[in-house]
Each structure stands twice: as structure tokens, then as C-alpha cells.
């Protein structure tokens, strides 16, 4: 059973009503529910930035949309980012959805948070949920959190037991909050198993509509300079452009560390995945999963929901054999993660 830390909102959300009313005066949400027979088409998910494909964020929240398809047995919709888009047209593409008859409707990473906001005023009976971000504070909406900070931690330690140099990369895919996190445990985990390590950092872009979650070339790139300065384990939290940075690895036959999904066993890199030592993980597909069946069940899940460690919900792949025999390495992480779900270790969450 998935174990979820729960937050307790401030205060009571006020959910504006849509401005256009049914015939019979009712809400929107209530026209979509008769359009429909009263009844939920399904989960509909909107990919963020580098969309489906990604071998990583988005590719997970997929495998969430199709265990709720294949358990429920319907048919649920998922729609791609368009290049330059707006808050706005992430909106409407909510708001269709919603009009549509899917339930719940999900946004796939923090730039949603805007336009979750605003569909969920205009249909207060459908749920809506949206992954990175906790902004959004509505009685329909669920904010699906994980401590990122935590797995990095992890990552970091794993980094510095596997590095031959004492210098090893991190990767940022855009300069915001959500990527720092990943930073700060990772540098964080590095230094406390070994003070003396180097962490060379980069940051790809400062928007994400410069490409920094969807450009391999820029990943690869980033990655190579930080390997020539002597790093040879690079950990990325770069979305699709974090692909680059494994090739890059892979070429200079150095270690990277993947994110978000277990991109050891992701097929479209199996020609890397020997330079792949683990993934820093979060269950996103777990979490719009869970969010599918709380529907389902007819108890909408809403509030901030975090996963981390302790639920196991972030934590660490251990697919490469290199990896998981590694006894030294294995002994380390165990005690880091005991030390951070005890409360022992306190995991920063800025650099």
C-alpha cells in the first residue's frame, strides 16, 4: 500500500464557479458529467516539456496512465507540449480534457501549476492533479510531490564510492527550485561520504523554454566539459537532455547517473546502459497511478501528497549488477538512507 506523507492545507480554498452555465443552470463540470452518462472517461494526462519519449518524467507518468487503463478497463488520453505554448494554452488543454469527461486530469511537471489552478476553478467536479508543483491550493486538486533531495543524497553517496578521480558532474536541466533540489543532495551525499570530492555543476538553460528539459546536445555537451575537468561520474536531473549526458558518459567511458525512471533498463538506451551505475528515482508512475484509483474509488486523493524515502518513493535503481554487488557502495547507501529516515541526516533542499 502506497504510504504517503500528507500536508495539511492552510485555510479553505475558494473554487470559483465557470462563468458559463449549462442550460439548466448548472456548472460546466456538471454539463461534462451529462455529456457523458454521469461518468468518468478515464485519466488524462498532459506531458510537460521534452513529452513522451523521454526515457524518463514523462515516460513514467505514461506507465501510471496505462496500469490505471489496463486495471480499470478504459481508455485514457494523453497529449503532448507544444513548442512556445502558453500558460494559457495549457489551460485549454485542461479545460478540453475536463470538458471532455476525463477524470482526473493530470499536468506533468511544475509549469502546469497556472493552468491546473485554472481549470480546476472552472470544473470543481472533476479532480485534478499536478506533479511538482505544491502552489496550487483547491479542494479539487492534488499537488503530487517527491523529496528529490533524498534520492540525490543517495546519489551522491553512490558517486563518491564509485569515483576514481574525486571530482564527479551534476547536471541541472533549467536553473529553478525543483532542479536545485537534486543538487543540493547530491552534493550534499558526495561530500559527506568524501570531504575532499569535487562536484563541478551546470545548469543547461534558465527557462525551460530555452531547452534545457529537451535538448540531448546540450546535455551532451555539459557533460563532456565536466569530464574533461576530470569528473567521471555524472549524475544529470535534466529530462531529455540528460540522454546526452549519458551518451556523452558512455564515449569517455565514465559513470553516469540517471533520474526520475531507471534508465538502466530503458530500451532506447541499452547501448549505454553499461555506463548507466544507477538511477535516482521517483515513483511518478506510482503517483498518477494512485491518483487514477482514489478516483476510481471515489475517494479523490487532494492536498499535498509527498512521496519520499520513507514511503519509498524515491530511492535508488540497483538493475547494473555493477552496482548492486558493489559491497563497499551497498554498505555506504545503507547507512545514509537509514540515517535520512531516521531523522538523523537532514537533507538540504538549496544548493
Known sequence: MRRVSRIALAGTATVALAASLSACG???????????GGKSKGIAI??????????????????????????????GEDQEPTDGETDADKT?????????????????????????????????????????DAQVQAKNVADLVFSEQEASYLAGVAAAKATKTNTVGFVGGVDVPLIHKFEAGYVQGAKATNPKIKVVTQYLSETAEEGGFSSPDKGK????????????VVYHAAGLSGQGVIEAAAAKKVWAIGVDSDQYSQKPLAKFKDSILTSATKNVASAVYNLAKSVQDGKPETGVITGDLKSGEVGLADSNPEFSGNDAMQKALKAAETGITSGKIKVKSKP
Open 221 to 232: 555537451t555539459a557533460a563532456e566539459a565536466q569530464i574533461e575537468k576530470g569528473a567521471d
Open 92 to 132: 485549454a488543454r485542461l479545460v478540453s480534457l475536463a470538458k471532455s469527461g476525463y477524470n482526473p486530469v493530470v499536468g506533468i511537471g511544475f509549469a502546469y501549476a497556472p493552468a491546473v489552478k485554472a481549470a480546476a476553478a472552472k470544473y470543481p467536479k472533476t479532480t485534478f492533479g499536478v506533479v511538482d
Open 46 to 75: 498532459a506531458y510537460d516539456v521534452g513529452g513522451r519519449g523521454d526515457q524518463s518524467f514523462n515516460d513514467a507518468a505514461y506507465e501510471g496512465m496505462k496500469k490505471a487503463e489496463d486495471e480499470f478497463g478504459y481508455k
Open 26 to 36: 448548472g456548472t460546466s463540470s456538471d454539463a461534462a458529467s451529462k455529456e457523458n
